[in-house]
């Protein structure tokens, strides 16, 4: 297939998903978020683009995917990121699909998703990721500048549980900065509806830490601290050292469990924390 692939992070040894495939229309994305991972491995990344011939490719692919295949739509770019307002992929995407027996996780940080919502209540094996890292509309302006303001995300989880199984990514968790309100963030997301929280620990990389420190230098000495100095390399990232990762986690883990969330972590190599598949599918 030339568009649907293994999902395969690297095969960082750290991903605990269950088997499945991953698919984007696009290449790149425009939300414009600073600690982004993508734009490390995909050229041109902020010059998002769509994929050539697209859907022609897509009815091929669909046709060969093995039926009950978990599709997660998509893992390095947003699909309804501000392109798909005028190109529709996605939209068109899901139209094809709808049609195969799979399971379609999309993932996104963007309220455009709404505008599909008969489209999605046609699909009968659906799961969606709202991904948010803070409930403070100002910091998301600074942090993700081009995507929908966490409050409107927010509602977008509100309206999307009445018909769906719904989880948040709560993540990154990026020390101090959005890590001091992760009991009223968990509290809320509860209360929109969600089903599961799906957090990880920034990780830093060249770009996104050159990013992020441009745009928060009240941050840099500490972060260069934590990172570059006490922090550890795994897979081509810098995490926070263990035991601090740990805590950010634990606090969020224990969050959940106080209001009846599932929970899991992402690539932290914590599993054990997990109440149930760490991207989400237990819910499909
Ligand atoms: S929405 Fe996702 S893929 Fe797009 S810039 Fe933000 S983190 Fe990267």
């Given at each position: 297939m ?17 088997p ?21 491995y995909?050229p ?11 859907i ?5 692919d ?10 997660a739509?998509s893992?390095s ?25 799979l399971?379609?996780n ?27 890292t ?8 600074k942090?993700?500048p ?12 509100k309206?999307l ?7 948040v ?10 890590t001091?309100d992760i ?17 990880s620990?920034?990780?830093?990389k060249?770009?996104?830490f050159k ?18 100095q ?5 897979n ?8 601090i990762?740990?805590s ?24 054990d924390?997990?109440t149930a ?8």
């Open positions: 030339e568009l649907i692939k293994p999902f395969d992070p690297w095969r960082s040894s750290l991903c605990s998903c269950p499945k495939y991953s698919l984007s229309a696009y290449t790149g994305c425009g939300h414009g978020c600073l600690y982004c991972y993508a734009s490390s995909i041109k990344f902020y010059q998002p683009r769509p994929k050539k011939d697209f022609k490719k897509l009815r091929k669909a046709a060969k995917i093995p039926p009950g295949s978990t599709i739509i893992n770019s947003d699909p309804y990121q501000p392109l798909e307002k005028k190109l529709k992929l996605t939209h068109q995407l899901l139209n094809i699909l709808k049609n195969y027996d399971k379609i999309l993932v996104t940080k963007s309220n455009l998703i709404l505008e599909d919502l008969g489209l999605l209540k046609e699909i009968k094996k659906i799961l969606i990721t709202i991904s948010l803070s409930l403070d509309d100002n910091l998301s302006k942090l993700e081009n995507c929908t303001l966490p409050s409107e995300r927010l509602k977008a989880v309206k549980s009445e018909f769906m199984p719904v989880v990514r709560f993540d990154p968790l990026i020390y101090h900065l959005n001091k009991k009223k963030v968990i509290r809320q997301i509860k209360e929109a509806g969600a089903k599961q929280i799906i957090t620990t920034y990780k830093a060249t770009d996104n990013r992020m420190t441009k745009v928060f230098p009240e941050y840099l000495e500490l972060w260069h601290k934590l990172y570059y006490k922090g550890m390399r795994k081509n990232y810098i995490y926070l050292e263990e035991n990762r740990k950010l986690i634990e606090k969020a883990r224990k969050e959940s469990m106080n209001v009846r969330l599932q929970f899991s972590t992402c690539r932290e190599g914590i599993q924390l997990n598949n760490c991207d989400g599918t237990s819910f499909f």
